[in-house]
């Protein structure tokens, strides 16, 4: 079954006028084919590379963490496992491999480049739909992520809110706390939005349509973050819920700019909770935990025998 979306036979890439800063079809002769408007739900590529920027994005961030973090390890020239246990789970071990997100993001955009332009024969932004749709635009995104937010709250209270791997990474530095921050911001929904909706979708729309291509998306996209959200329900729920409102609105519209801002939208919003908590924790402090029946009996008991 087929989603009906915005494009048309016809489709204009910019309906707006918007500059895409796309320089080789802006200046380019009408009649070439950097000019032409490709639509994104027809991509010259197919599910193979599809899948293929997929995993190559996922193998980029592993071994790019890899080559941060190894030579930090044997530079304490030891060869216990146990010391290079701790040795990976230091401070600086952790900032380092945050930071090696950052070039590889950026070698994943170029793999999909490469693939989204054929070697420059494609503008890049119009191939993908990097334009807004006439049904959801600036503050409609933003109302949908508020709603998405307070989801999100909701669930916490519902499954409760158990400690992470990605919020232990957030506590063990500031630096890490705000490169974590930076990333979540400005990279993570650029890179994942043009890989998973833009690249992955489109190539399994053309082959095997709008409706399974939109539910393997969703289950791709909340699988590869599962790990660093167990074993909080809550949170892995939100993110379901967040890849399966951003596939809807891809497989709806037709368009991936409306994706990128709710993606930035939710993350910078997440963000900057994460940034302001030890301030507010400070300037408004939890009230002291009352002592359990047990602990407050043993107390008793132990200044009743010392009275008496």
Known sequence: METPTDQSAKFDPNPFGFDLNDA????????????????PDNPPWGVLLGI????????????????????YVLSFHT??????????KSQRAILLSIIAIIPAHLLTLGVAWTVVTGFRKRPFFRTLGWTWSPRLGLWSCLGITLLLLGAAQGLSAIF??????????????????????ALATFTAPLVEEVVFRGVLYSGLRKRIGATWGAVIVILIFAAIHVPQYLPNV???????????VLTIVRARTGRLLPCVAI?????????????????????FPPPPTPPTPGALVELCAHVFNKLF
Do not use: W
């Not at 060869?79 to 990976?88: E, S, V």
């Open 24 to 39: 080789e079809a802006a200046h380019a002769p009408q009649d070439s084919p950097a000019f032409a408007a490709p639509n």
């Open 52 to 71: 293929g920027v997929t995993l190559a994005s996922l193998f980029l961030l592993l071994v790019v963490q890899l080559v941060f973090v190894i030579p």
């Open 79 to 88: 060869f216990d496992p146990i010391q290079i246990a701790n040795i990976a």
């Open 160 to 181: 409760g809110d158990p400690e992470t791997d990605l919020e232990r990474m957030i506590l063990s530095s500031t630096a890490a706390r705000y490169t974590i921050a």
């Open 234 to 244: 809550a949170a892995i729920s939100a993110i379901l819920l967040l890849s399966s």
């Open 263 to 283: 993606h930035f939208f939710f993350n910078g919003i997440s963000s900057v909770l994460i940034v302001l908590q030890p301030f507010i924790e400070r300037k």
